[in-house]
């Protein structure tokens, strides 16, 4: 591959995602400890996290772990002590005097581009503000894969359309691979109007209600909307209520639909969806493991 | 020092009778009104010690009003220039020698500029307290200038209210 760092999903070609997959696939027995292999023996991966993802930060240190490297951690709290007093590019470098790959999760847009530039190693962002997440972007595309296909895709983004950094970075990559997107949200929460106009070029995209698309989707991909964003409970309570998922109405879709979320769900997805077949949220985090393994592989161990 | 705007008459033949400058850079075609933005992008202000002078919404026969914006002496390197062309992608450059032109160009809008926006995101990186100028892509979508924060991927159509003043 021919990058350095893993920053944005925009940075990758199809090609770079389609790799990182097949290589993901390769280490899924080694994520689900069937099989052993330490590649990445005496390799240290230091975990940067100025705002708290215990979720996302565990699924790192497992993958690196299972390739048989080390991980150190910052927790938030002593990365805010670290912030009071020292600059984000004073302690990328030096933390990239100690490790061998660094993990960043931090507050405000654009931090891991620009920790990328002042650390002499691999700088993976984890989150930066309301800006990128490639990894969580690389492992809902592989989820989608493993479990219903990439190529064609019909999918329904459901919930918060218009803040979720997630939908908009999928949605980015899904336009790779000629999917057929369906947007349903409350009209307070719809996809931004400039990303709509920019992304329609490229990928057949309408706003629907999920009723209407049931039938045929192969994904449903449900977001949380958030309490925030509503001027007061009860509009927030009405509105979310109806962008909910139950098993009920799950009876009309095809058996191959899977259900997908990124994980903390409040009550958008009803438990009884748990039960079914269709529900895959779970396995969706658990793929997170294979896919950063694939990712810190390439980045420590590519064009050897 | 900024010269007013009495030195700049418009005569007969609607050209601009305007003190000569023996050498130095003229910057013609400004769109109406900017010319004091020209100033900021080229990093002069009050208290300067070159001679410059201004001419606001004068008459244009291709624009209608335009400003021009004389500097005498200082040379001004062509990267500097053309990140005018974010404002005015229409303004001349002549070189002036000897009182006469002696180059002609027009501004090219550059793939990127460092330092001379600032980013709207309040929470972009550019605008923390971290060693970092801000960068900017640059590029025209169909008429109109757009430029990408090369941080946080904000998109600006309207890089006039965005000049850092230095
Ligand atoms: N010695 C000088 N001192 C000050 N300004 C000058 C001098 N020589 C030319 N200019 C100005 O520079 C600009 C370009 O001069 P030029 O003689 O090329 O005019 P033009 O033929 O109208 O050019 P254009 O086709 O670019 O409009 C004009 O605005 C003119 O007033
Ligand atoms: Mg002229
Ligand atoms: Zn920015």
Redesign the pocket.
């Known amino acids: 591959m021919k990058f350095k760092h893993l920053i944005s999903i925009d940075d990758l070609s199809k090609k770079d995602i389609e790799y990182i997959l097949e290589l993901a696939e390769k280490f899924l027995p080694v994520a689900q400890g069937k099989k052993r292999t330490t590649p990445l023996e005496g390799r240290l991966l230091a975990n940067l996290f100025f705002e708290p993802s215990t979720r996302t930060r565990m699924s790192f240190e497992v993958a690196m772990k299972r390739l048989g490297g080390d991980v150190i951690n910052m927790t938030a709290q002593e990365a805010s002590s670290v912030a009071k007093g020292e600059t984000l590019a004073d302690t990328i470098k030096v933390v990239s005097k100690y490790a061998d790959v660094i993990v960043l999760r931090h507050p405000l847009e654009g931090a891991a581009r620009f920790a990328a530039e002042n650390s002499d190693v691999p700088v993976v962002n984890a989150g930066d503000g309301a800006g990128q997440h490639p990894t969580q972007t690389l492992l809902d595309l592989y989820t989608i894969k493993k479990e219903s296909k990439l190529e064609n895709l019909k999918i329904a983004l459901m919930g918060d359309l218009k803040y979720s950094r997630t939908v908009h970075s999928l949605i980015k990559a899904l336009t790779l691979f000629n999917a057929r997107i369906y947007l349903v949200s409350p009209p307070t929460l719809a996809l931004p109007e400039d990303f709509l106009e920019e992304i329609k070029s490229r990928v057949r995209v309408e706003e629907v209600k999920l009723e209407d698309v049931i039938e045929e989707i192969d994904v449903l991909y449900v977001t949380r909307i958030q309490k925030e964003r509503f001027p007061d409970e009860e509009e927030y309570f009405k509105v979310a209520g109806s962008y909910k998922v139950d098993a009920g109405i799950l009876e009309r879709a095809k058996s191959s639909l899977i259900v997908m979320h990124p994980l903390p769900r409040v009550d958008e997805i009803d438990i009884s969806v748990d039960r079914t077949p269709h529900a895959k949220y779970f396995q969706q985090t658990f793929y997170g493991v294979p896919v950063r393994m694939a990712i810190l592989h390439e980045l420590l161990l590519g064009d050897l | 020092m900024v010269a007013c705007n009495d030195s700049t008459k418009v005569d007969k033949s609607d ?2 009778a ?1 003190s ?3 050498c130095g850079t ?1 910057i ?2 400004i769109n109406a009104g900017k010319a004091l933005l020209v100033l900021r992008i080229l990093g002069i202000k009050p208290g300067c010690s070159e001679r410059v ?1 201004i001419a606001m919404n004068v008459p244009s026969k291709k624009m209608g009003k335009k400003d ?1 914006v ?1 500097v005498e002496g200082k040379y001004i390197s062509e990267k500097e220039l053309d990140r005018i062309a974010l404002i005015s992608p229409n303004a ?1 450059i ?1 070189l ?1 020698e000897e ?3 002696s180059e ?1 160009r027009r501004v090219e809008l550059p793939p990127v500029v460092e330092g001379i926006l600032t980013c709207p995101n309040r929470n972009c990186i550019t605008n923390s307290r971290e060693p970092i100028k801000s960068r900017f892509h640059v590029k025209m979508e169909g008429n109109r200038v757009k430029v990408t924060c090369h941080y946080c991927g904000k998109k600006i159509y309207e890089p006039d209210r965005y000049i850092v003043s230095r």
């Open positions: 050209r601009l305007v000569k400058i023996r003229v013609d075609h002078l021009i004389k001349t002549n002036i009182y006469e032109v002609k």
